[in-house]
């Protein structure tokens, strides 16, 4: 599977963005997920949803102003962020795998990430 991730830009403080992750192939028998890293720091877990969109998982730092969907005809999954705040401005990654995690080492596909940059 490959997946890209788009959607990224500038954003002034309190504004939203949604990002997209458009796969190469089926994703129905993977869980997404969204990560996100900024220089320096390791790869940061954002938002997960199983491959039956049954459940969805996020961190404590976006719940309430993100929101993970997908798509699975579409073959696409999408992160939308409301209420932007600096703190979030990171290269934002998806990712696919068989296991639902907040880890990235259980994912075993990746996008090559969409830049947000959310200014003051």
């Known amino acids: 599977v490959q997946l890209q991730a788009s959607g990224g830009g500038p954003v002034q403080a309190g504004g939203s963005l949604t990002l997209s992750c458009a796969a190469s192939?089926?994703?129905?028998?993977?869980?997404m997920g969204w990560f996100r890293q900024t220089p320096g720091k390791e790869r940061e877990f954002v938002a997960s949803i199983w491959l039956s969109r049954r459940f969805t998982t996020y961190a404590d730092s976006v719940k309430g102003r993100f929101a993970i969907s997908r798509d699975n005809l579409k073959m696409t999954v999408y992160l939308q962020m409301s209420n932007l705040k600096p703190e979030d401005t990171a290269v934002y990654y998806c990712?696919?795998?068989?296991?639902?995690?907040?880890?990235?080492?259980?994912?075993?596909?990746w996008g090559q990430g969409t830049q947000v940059t959310v200014s003051s």
């Open positions: 192939g089926a994703i129905n028998y993977y869980n």
């Open positions: 990712a696919a795998g068989r296991l639902s995690s907040e880890s990235a080492a259980m994912y075993d596909y």
